[in-house]
């Protein structure tokens, strides 16, 4: 164990996910990241940085020439220099120090000693390590700060043994036969690009995303190429036969059917037609989720309809910090003596207080990610949900205040440009979160005290 002193600042960032093959890299936030880097490089007394699992994305990358590794081709790619710039002169200040957990998507890091090399000489880490565990002195007393990435609390992304390349759980394999081999086909139909899937949040939601996309692809279809057509022309009826039928004499406006009493039938067979198929679309639809849902509560794990990755983990964590079991990554440690759980993984930032049965208290926090999701919003009516973008950058920081331990969670605001049809928009609008500002501060959204 880590005993920092009272000035130390810990800082957790986890998930940011950089790198990967055209059309697979997610990473859309090098200069928050940099600006990050050089805040802490400023800052007075000693700060660790903790790069809490899944800092680089491996299993976005395919070949590697040779005389590269992933971390080293990922590293020189123009639009990154700066950002890693930023963290060789954070590390060079005085009292700053690297270290590098590992996660699901940057395993490589511990079975390739390459990768570790190359990033030793690039002088960027100073320590591997699978968890970290740290006390500060605050108050008299040292508190407890542990951390690991979080995908052991996952079982299909659990790492047996992090040295063997051959250990590769399902997730792995989801990344590299999926969604790896799918993002580069990029668009295509005018509302469904793959090379978004991997930002669908959560992962369980890339069937919901996929279906809507189609849907509102499709409503959108008809309404542009059918329906506002028909309505074109149905105007353009209604004022010929209106100055027909004034001409004729037959009166004003419910008159003019009188004067083109074929096509006045034809407009309304189409109307008719049109609902009965809106009446067959609208049952299909509604036979087909229905159908979906059952389906989803029959796999579900527990019965439920919709698993939650983010609570399943925190539900862990509850037992660990109650001493009910041990860390996956410190089967040696009383979970008990633990102030504050840091993990990551689930890409969903949060902050809760525990209060354990002798009457201690704990704080668990996750750390997020530092990438755009995109998230489901419900619409206005009954349908597919409407998947709205938003930028996630979050890290967490714990320091000693007051003869207490402090536990915060950052965000980073930016604004996502929106990527919707016009029908998704009408569907969601009051409905979507709103987007910050440009250019606006980072800011503490959540804290607690142990």
Request: net charge negative.
């Given at each position: ?59 976005q ?7 590269k ?15 890693f ?17 590992p ?12 990768i ?15 968890r970290?565990?740290?006390s ?84 959108a279809?008809m ?16 004022v ?138 419900s ?72």
């Open positions: 164990m880590l005993e920092l002193g009272s000035d130390t600042l810990v800082v957790f960032v986890s998930d940011s996910h950089i790198g990967g093959d055209p059309g697979c890299d997610g990473f859309e936030s090098p200069k928050e990241f940099k600006d990050l880097f050089e805040e802490l490089a400023e800052r007075d007394g000693p700060v660790e940085l903790i790069l809490a699992g899944d800092f680089f994305d491996f299993l990358i395919g070949e590697v020439p040779a005389g590794d992933r971390a080293s081709l990922t590293m020189d790619r123009p639009e990154y220099r700066d950002l710039a930023a963290l060789g002169r954070f590390r060079e200040a005085g009292g700053k120090r690297v270290v590098y957990l996660g699901n998507h940057d395993a490589e890091s511990f079975w390739n000693a390459g570790q090399e190359t990033l030793r000489e690039r002088e960027l880490v100073d320590e591997f390590a699978y970290y565990l740290a500060v002195e605050a108050g008299g007393e040292r508190r407890v700060i542990y951390c690991e990435h979080g995908n052991q609390l996952d079982a299909a992304n659990t790492v047996e043994d992090y040295h063997d390349p051959l250990d590769t759980p399902l997730g792995h394999h989801v990344v590299m036969d999926f969604t790896r081999r799918v993002a580069p086909f990029g668009r295509i139909t005018g509302g469904l690009d793959l090379s978004e899937i991997k930002m669908v949040y959560p992962l369980v939601a890339i069937p919901r995303w996929i279906a809507g996309r189609y849907f509102y692809d499709l409503l279809k309404v542009s190429y059918l329906l506002l057509p028909l309505l074109v022309a149905y105007l353009v009826y209604r010929v036969a209106y100055y027909l039928a004034v001409s004729a004499g037959f009166g004003g406006f419910f008159g003019a059917d009188r004067t083109l009493p074929h096509v006045h039938e034809l407009f309304l067979d189409v109307g008719i037609f049109a609902l009965v198929i809106l009446l067959i679309f609208g049952v299909f639809f509604l036979v087909i989720r229905h159908a979906v849902r059952k389906t989803a509560e029959s796999i579900s794990p527990g019965g439920r309809p919709r698993y939650s990755p983010a609570e399943a983990s925190r539900e862990k964590i509850r037992s660990i910090l109650n001493g009910e079991t041990r860390p996956p990554m410190d089967r040696d440690l009383d979970p008990t003596t633990v102030e504050v759980f840091v993990s990551g993984h689930t890409h969903l930032p949060s902050l809760a207080e525990l209060q354990r049965p002798d009457g201690s208290s704990a704080v668990m926090v996750n750390s997020g990610c530092f990438l755009r999701q995109l998230q489901p919003v619409p206005r009516v009954k349908g597919p949900p409407v998947f709205v973008s938003k930028f996630v950058l979050t890290h967490v920081r714990i320091f000693a205040q007051d003869g207490q331990l402090r536990a915060e969670l950052w965000e980073q605001p930016k604004p996502a440009r929106q990527h919707l049809s016009r029908i998704e928009r009408l569907l969601s609008w009051g409905r979507r979160p709103p987007q910050p500002p440009p250019n606006a501060k980072p800011r503490v959204v959540a804290s607690a005290t142990v």
